[in-house]
């Protein structure tokens, strides 16, 4: 794991730095007005600027730039989570004329899914982690949720029609 320094910049925000494996240094200044500076450097005692980078960026690009960084993690960690035996994590996007819509989001254990989490509720840019019972749902949001096959697919007929039991299924309380 990468040590991480992070010193406060009065009046300015936060610097982050850390140490590559071949020696360099790299940097965020995080500024309070929302842009940050990423810089790459080296301590020579010369005092020389002749391995020094700065860039400027504003929020937006900074955001890119993280997920293009860390996309591929979390790419590659949800396709590894994709290979475990009975769990499935699912997208569900609402639309206008789905039973969720306009809703709370609840418990899906108060609905007979016991055994499923709304990891989140993904909304134009941003994401709401571990939405609580009463997050209202709106068109366009996307749910994420987790659980085993059976279950995804249970939630998701409950997200679309506001039935609890798919067509044959025996677990849960009759008439939940």
Do not use: C
Not at 44 to 70: F, P
Not at 134 to 146: E, N, S
Request: aromatic share 6%; glycine share 12%; net charge negative.
């Amino acid at each position: 794991m990468v040590d991480v320094r992070r010193v406060k910049l009065p009046g300015v925000g936060v610097l982050h730095t850390f140490i590559t494996a071949d020696g360099g240094k790299v940097g965020v200044i995080a500024h309070r007005s929302g842009h940050s500076d990423l810089i790459t450097f080296a301590d020579d005692e010369d005092g020389s600027d002749a391995s020094k980078v700065s860039l400027r960026l504003s929020e937006d690009e900074a955001h890119t730039l993280a997920e293009l960084l860390g996309g591929t993690q979390i790419t590659e960690s949800l396709s590894a989570l994709d290979q475990i035996p009975g769990l499935s994590i699912d997208w569900f996007t609402v639309d206008y004329d789905d039973h969720i819509a306009g809703q709370p989001l609840g418990d899906p254990a108060d609905r007979g899914i016991v055994g499923l989490t709304v990891v989140a509720v993904v909304r134009g840019e941003s994401a709401n982690p571990a939405p609580s019972e009463d997050f209202r749902v709106f068109p366009g949001d996307t749910l994420v949720v987790a659980g085993s096959p059976e279950k995804v697919a249970k939630a998701f007929a409950f997200f679309r029609t506001g039935a609890s039991r798919l067509a044959g299924s025996a677990d849960g309380p009759p008439g939940v």
